[in-house]
């Protein structure tokens, strides 16, 4: 009475599936992390700094653009006028677009945008004016200024006038 389907030569039953061994499951996990790590890195920006390039012994270079990662700049924005939920707006728009933006807040009354930002943050500020629709002579160095309570850390504080390009 036995199953003429099963030998005891084959060392297994009748539908067991091949099972590897650990070392190979454990190399086919490391190919598969080490391939992993390469398309991140490859896939990663480069880095942001600025270059200099002299063409001729005189003092003359040039500086590349610098790259803006908007996700690694925190912007602050807050509504200085009565127009309700302006801020938020607004916050919205920046985050859709990849800024690292903050809950937006009610800010100092001002009768037109002003933009602050800290050392190394103008060309983001400068896009986010744009973005806003007002002129590259709205922002300014933060310089020690307070605006906006607990937002002097931030890279771009921007306070909203009845001049902005969201309504």
């Known amino acids: 009475m036995s199953?003429?389907?099963?030998?005891?030569?084959?060392?297994?039953a009748s539908g067991s599936h091949f099972q590897p061994s650990h070392g190979?499951?454990?190399i086919i996990v490391v190919l598969f992390i080490g391939a992993t790590f390469l398309m991140v890195r490859a896939a990663a920006p480069?880095?942001?700094?600025?270059t200099t390039t002299t063409t001729s012994p005189s003092s003359t270079s040039t500086t590349a653009p610098t790259r803006i990662i908007k996700s690694r700049i925190r912007v602050q924005v807050a509504n200085g006028t009565t127009i309700g939920s302006l801020a938020a707006r607004f916050t919205q728009k920046l985050m859709t677009q990849d800024?690292?933006?903050?809950?937006?807040?009610?800010?100092?009354h001002v009768a037109a945008t002003?933009?602050?930002?800290?050392p190394g943050e103008r060309a983001a500020a400068l896009e986010i004016a744009t973005t806003v629709g007002v002129a590259a002579s709205v922002v300014h160095p933060l310089g020690g200024l307070r605006p906006v309570a607990g937002a002097s850390g931030d890279g771009v504080i921007v306070i909203l006038g009845s001049n902005s390009g969201i309504k």
Not at 99 to 108: A, C, F, M, Q, R
């Open 24 to 26: 190979v499951v454990f």
């Open 114 to 118: 002003i933009i602050y930002y800290n």
């Open 99 to 108: 800024w690292d933006t903050l809950p937006p807040v009610n800010g100092p």
């Open 46 to 50: 480069s880095s942001s700094t600025p």
């Open 3 to 12: 199953d003429p389907t099963s030998t005891s030569r084959d060392g297994h």
